[in-house]
């Protein structure tokens, strides 16, 4: 599945527009890159649009299937980092004068109380 979407100059709307198919996607910029007037988009869950040229400030194509695995990646990347600071905190000899600190003493971090 690809989502295309479509950013408008000087506005902060955008429109999108969803494709089974890579190739959808890619006559969507196939038809910007041709246009100098119009440019027609018609996606496959029947959304239609007719823009004028000059008002289309950049076009977006997301490869959802990769966005879902960047977004599992981006999530194990925070939790290596997570834990990585959870283990320089436990040996850290000035954080050690405040006694355990996050799950490093067991207790769930929101089962912690601050005194």
Known sequence: M?????????SERNW????????????VIKAYMEATALVS???DFGVS???????IGGIVVDDMTK?????VERGIQQMRGQAKTE???KN????????????????????????
């Open 2 to 10: 690809f989502n295309v979407i479509v950013a408008f100059k000087n």
């Open 16 to 27: 999108q527009f969803l494709f089974k198919e890579q190739s959808g996607a890619s006559n």
């Open 41 to 43: 988009i018609t996606d």
């Open 49 to 55: 649009a007719l823009i004028p040229f000059d008002d």
């Open 67 to 71: 966005s879902v695995d960047a977004g």
């Open 87 to 89: 283990t320089k905190m």
């Open 92 to 115: 850290d000899p000035a954080l050690k004068l405040f006694g355990p600190v996050g799950p490093m003493n067991g207790a769930p971090m929101q089962q912690r109380r601050p005194f």
